[in-house]
């Protein structure tokens, strides 16, 4: 099989619909966050025919709300999950060589000592074996500061705060960028990929299921999908997959809570990440392009899954936190962006979120039934491999898994354009440092990406309310990356939610001006699209002033839907 375009646009759409009803699937995948899609990835490259439906965007749960890392997990070390951080590990160091080098790259972090005589050697302990785990090294190992070198690095540390530092590496990347990369990769290897497709319900025949009927949230048309095996990679909904399958679940999944701010760069003096230690876990502030990202909380959540609310009390603790070592004070006025995500851990025993297992679990609790949940972020590509292995009970034979050799789309090829960027930058006439943003979002589909501004130069100009992004990536994200709406857009294809002190409002015009002609919005759809982003912005500045969950979520949720009819799913404990 050749592989196909990885393209995601308009008319790919229409093809999938008629795919999902014409053809028979060996595995159909519900859930467009990271797991869902690398389980289609694992699955379509093992030469299974493969479909993936997401009822609302490629990564709008909490593929596109987490502290954006691929890391081990120091924490874990404490916790003697060895094996955990050994494996997420070896899965950085892949994603940094082979996998996604254009989306993945290094980022280094202080961890500020603040007693003498046991706890560097405590720590540079725990260190030395992080940096052994992590086999072929593509990091620097360890290096341990004085005081006066960890505030060269971090000035804006309050002396007082440490008698030292050890500087370590990790990784970062854009969560939702990335989610959106795998699922593209997976239609490239022959998958059917399509979002805004929502499952209603689960088709069995005697005890096994046989498949699911899907709506099209756009609208409202129903098909049914065969296929062997589905699997339910539905993170924090989980269980309500489960119910709808009229079979008992293996194991419940848990939401926790985490929140996250963002400042300007200029409010905090420093070069590297910090690791904070907290009562309960730890704080990072991690650089962010030009901000600083500054997260997390971890607390039990029970209210709506879809759009959880950051609470003002929230707020206080990241912004306490991160002032007990700051020598000048960040405040709310500073704060960019907010976003809240949540965890789906596995339920256990402990009544404290923090304390419950990273580890992922997979069960068949019916025949042609598959169901995977808990892990972390970076170790994605190993719970989608044990999904579709488990899935051959139902399959039969299948070929093992070779996603640790596939690189995704944008990878190929990224390294030598990136040898480029002076030529690159004279031929487009951008500055190369933009070049190098751009390759660094789209890799070696930067090709694709200019091909679009063949015919209106005026595509190469920045968004005017927020110059990071070109007008042409806002085009792109339609054109291949499978945006429907504007929040499609402005929250995941780009950052402007989260990185403009306008939370993208003030862009919602321009990006809504390129999206209309492409998905055939009318003005009075378009003008819709742009009045639901800004209530739905609203309705997230409001709840943000408030003090406790239930109080957060009733605001958030007095914004109306652009995806229509859309239950709304809250969590069990």
Do not use: C
Not at 47 to 52: C, H, N, Y
Not at 272 to 298: A, H, M, N
């Amino acid at each position: 099989m050749q592989p196909n375009s990885a393209r995601l646009g308009p008319e790919e759409r229409v093809q999938a619909w008629k795919d999902l009803q014409e053809r028979e699937f060996d595995v159909l995948v519900i859930g467009g966050g990271v797991t869902g899609s690398g389980a289609a990835l694992d699955a379509a490259t093992r030469g299974l025919r493969t479909a993936l439906v997401e009822s609302r965007d490629f990564a709008s749960g909490t593929s596109s709300r987490s502290s954006k890392l691929f890391h081990g997990g120091l924490r874990y070390l404490e916790q003697m999950n060895f094996g955990l951080v050994a494996e997420a590990l070896r899965e950085r160091e892949l994603m940094l060589t082979t996998i996604a080098p254009h989306l993945v790259h290094p980022v280094s972090f202080l961890y500020p000592l603040s007693h003498r005589g046991w706890e560097r050697p405590y720590v540079a302990t725990g260190l030395a074996m992080y940096d052994q785990m992590g086999g072929a090294r593509s990091v620097p190992r360890q290096k341990h500061l004085t005081r006066g070198g960890a505030l060269k690095l971090f000035p804006s540390l309050k002396s007082d705060s440490l008698v030292g530092a050890v500087r370590y590496y990790d990784a970062q990347a854009d969560d939702a960028r990335h989610t959106m990369t795998v699922a593209r990769t997976a239609a490239h290897y022959g998958a059917v990929v399509r979002s805004s497709t929502e499952v209603v319900e689960i088709v069995r025949e005697a005890d096994r299921v046989i498949g699911a009927v899907v709506r099209d949230v756009e609208t409202d048309e129903r098909v049914t999908v065969r296929a062997k095996v589905v699997v339910n990679a539905t993170g924090v909904w989980t269980d309500d997959v489960q119910r709808m399958s009229g079979g008992r679940g293996r194991f419940r999944v848990r939401a926790s809570k985490g929140v996250h701010i963002l400042v300007p760069r200029d409010r905090i003096a420093g070069e590297v990440g910090l690791i904070l230690r907290t009562e309960k876990s730890v704080l990072f502030v991690i650089p962010w392009g030009q901000q600083w990202l500054i997260g997390t909380t971890d607390t039990d959540w029970t209210l709506d899954l879809a759009h959880p609310a950051a609470t003002a009390s929230d707020i206080e603790y990241l912004l306490e936190h991160a002032n007990s070592v700051l020598s000048t004070p960040i405040t709310k006025d500073d704060i960019l962006g907010v976003y809240a995500g949540l965890r789906p851990l596995l339920a256990g025993e402990s009544e404290d979120t923090s304390q419950l297992s990273r580890e992922h679990a997979v069960a068949r609790p019916q025949p042609g039934l598959v169901a995977i949940a808990g892990g972390k972020y970076t170790t994605y590509r190993v719970m989608a491999k044990d999904a579709i292995d488990i899935a051959g009970k139902d399959l039969g034979e299948i070929k093992e898994s070779v996603t640790d050799r596939v690189p995704l789309v944008g990878a190929d090829g990224y390294a030598a354009m990136l040898n480029l960027t002076r030529e690159l930058s004279e031929q487009t006439g951008l500055p190369p440092w933009r070049i190098e943003h751009l390759l660094n979002r789209y890799g070696s589909k930067l090709d694709e990406l200019l091909a679009l501004t063949a015919e209106d130069e005026t595509l190469l100009e920045p968004v005017k309310s927020a110059e990071t992004y070109l007008r042409v990536e806002l085009k792109y994200a339609v054109t291949h990356e499978g945006a429907l709406h504007l929040a499609d857009v402005l929250a995941r294809r780009t950052r402007m939610s989260i990185e403009t002190k306008h939370r993208g409002v003030d862009a919602a015009e321009e990006a809504a001006d390129i999206m209309a002609p492409l998905l055939g919005w009318t003005e009075e759809q378009k003008r819709t699209e742009i009045e639901t982003y800004r209530e739905r912005v609203a309705a997230e500045r409001a709840s943000q002033e408030l003090d406790t969950d239930s109080e957060s979520d009733a605001a958030r949720l007095r914004a109306p839907e652009m995806r229509q009819g859309l239950r709304r799913v809250t969590a069990t404990k």
